[in-house]
């Protein structure tokens, strides 16, 4: 059990987040009375003092009634980190005092230093904007923010990559993601809205005609902006009959113009939903990048996670992509499932490296409420933080080898080992959906069951997320109100 007493401020919940990648899966209780710390287990003893000398942090560190660490953070009100917001840096140094007890205290390691927000990318973003160096930014995020080295390095580099994508910035400009929430089954980790096709598909008509529906209003309301890129996730697209998902994006382009749309993805994701004409049709239709997923490419984690498809079919489906003429094709990777350690990975990798695909999205396992894995936890053998860490060791070592460079990066909670997701591609072979969606700069209109719309207000540097609803049956009864939703906000903007 760890207690926390916090005095001065009440930043619980980011302290919370913090404590969390130190004491995983560990009871953590806030008392507002440190008398209520009945001596047993571990009490993390935060206070922030403010007088006419500065504002400072002390941290102690309490085992069984004992003081065992004391760090102070002083003259917070100097700290150098991005922008000038005085709450930002007392919430950093807060967190950064409270790193330096539990490093101390803690066999984890915190290779993010006191990051737990999801996109850290953006904090580079930020200083590169302030014209910031490379050298004062990887001191800042070494220093400050704690994080290690080669974290440092690499959201640098990779922020540095994908300017060209995100600046100037515009206002106009908006990219448009449509969801088709069909599988063919649910897999164990999965927690996103989604549904059974088996069961669902006598509303799938119904649900092309109301989100081609939605596109069409999406298209009136954004008349004066300019599309950059269309990306079609779900879900698993491919799921659906090839002549229904022909109409959708024959709608987008009817609604868009083809030729004004920079790049247009479809997941097709699994193996299963990928056939010769699927595969045809998205190809005559001009689409310029879908995804392949494996997850692995052990057939007896494929059957363990619910893929119900075998590697043999991941690769036929890439080869036929290929013949059929894509040009760039994703796979996505999780790292970190149950059975899986080192070999394991090393196996998938050995079979990627045959199909060599232009993009490599690595993910880490992430153990989400919802998903049926959460339930089920118990029941497998997961690795330790130490073993994850060699797993995406292999995958850095591999993707260095094959030339696929990391292009965006983000974070997840309740993520295993608290590590993060890599998306590399091939030179030039980059997602700008991708990017535009993870670094929140550039409006996204999104249609569909559970899509979430973010439009970007690039003076205050912030999005307004307008949700969608998550379920089927709210979605078709309520698509109306969907576009009065997204109205409303831009009405305001
Ligand atoms: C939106 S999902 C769906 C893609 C597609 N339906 C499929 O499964 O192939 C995109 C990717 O997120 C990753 N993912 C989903 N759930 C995850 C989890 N709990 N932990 C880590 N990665 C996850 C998987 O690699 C998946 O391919
Ligand atoms: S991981 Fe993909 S295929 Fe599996 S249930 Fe989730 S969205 Fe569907």
Redesign the pocket.
């Known amino acids: 059990m760890i207690y926390v007493y916090l005095s001065g401020h009440d930043f619980r919940y980011e302290v919370h987040e913090l404590i969390k990648v130190f004491f995983f899966g560990e009871d953590i209780i806030f008392i507002d009375n440190i008398d209520k710390y009945d001596g047993e287990g571990i009490l993390i003893e935060n206070t922030l003092n403010c007088n006419s000398k500065g504002i400072d942090s002390t941290t102690n560190v309490y085992r069984n009634n004992k003081l065992i660490f004391k760090y102070s953070v002083e003259n917070i009100e100097n700290m150098k980190i991005e922008g000038n917001n005085t709450k930002k840096r007392i919430r950093i140094g807060i967190k950064k005092g409270i790193y330096e007890a539990l490093i101390h205290v803690s066999d984890a390691q915190a290779p993010w230093g006191v990051l737990t927000g999801i996109r850290p990318v953006k904090i580079i973003h930020n200083l590169l904007d302030e014209g910031a160096t490379d050298e004062e930014i990887f001191d800042i995020m070494t220093n400050q923010y704690k994080l290690f080295p080669e974290k440092a390095n690499l959201i640098l580099n990779i922020g540095k990559k994908q300017r060209k994508y995100l600046y100037p910035l515009d206002e106009n400009r908006f990219s448009l993601y449509v969801s088709i929430p069909f ?1 063919p089954t649910r ?1 164990l ?4 809205p989604t549904c059974s096709i088996d069961r669902y598909i006598d509303y799938v008509d119904r649900y092309t005609d109301n989100l081609i529906y939605e596109i069409d209003k999406i298209s009136e309301l954004m008349k004066n902006k300019s599309i950059s890129t269309v990306y079609i ?4 697209p491919t799921t659906i009959p090839v002549n229904q998902l022909e109409k959708i994006i024959q709608a987008i382009y009817k609604d868009f113009g083809k030729s004004n749309i920079e790049e247009i993805t479809v ?1 097709a ?2 193996p299963d939903t990928i056939n010769r004409k699927m595969l045809e049709m998205l190809n005559r239709n001009k689409v310029d990048r879908i ?1 392949i ?1 494996p ?1 692995t490419m052990n057939d007896s984690t494929l059957k363990l996670i619910g893929r119900k498809h075998n590697s043999r079919e991941i690769s036929a489906a890439y080869y036929l992509a290929k013949e059929i003429g894509f040009n760039v094709v994703n796979m ?3 790292i970190g499932l149950p059975s899986e350690g080192v070999e394991e990975v090393k196996t998938t990798l050995k079979e990627i490296e045959k199909l060599n695909p232009e993009n490599l ?1 690595v ?6 409420r919802g ?1 049926k ?1 959460k339930d089920k936890m118990s029941e497998y053998h997961m690795e330790s933080q130490h073993i994850i860490e060699e797993m995406l060791e292999e995958t850095r070592c591999f993707t260095h080898n094959m030339e696929l460079n990391p292009y965006y990066l983000y974070r ?1 909670k309740q ?1 295993m080992g608290n590590f993060e ?1 890599i998306g590399y591609a091939k030179e030039g072979k980059e997602c700008i959906y991708n990017i535009a969606m993870m670094e929140e700069k550039e409006t996204i209109m999104a249609a569909g069951m559970g899509a979430v719309s973010k439009i970007f207000y690039p003076l205050e540097n912030r999005i307004e997320r307008v949700p969608n609803v998550k379920s089927l049956e709210e979605y078709l009864g309520r698509t109306e109100e969907m576009v009065e939703r997204k109205l409303v906000n831009l009405e305001i903007k």
């Open positions: 599988c897999c980790y999965c927690s996103f996730g779900g879900g698993t997941e994701g699994r995804s997923n997850q996505d990777l999780i999205t993910h880490t396992l992430s153990v989400k998903s894995f997840q993520t997701n």
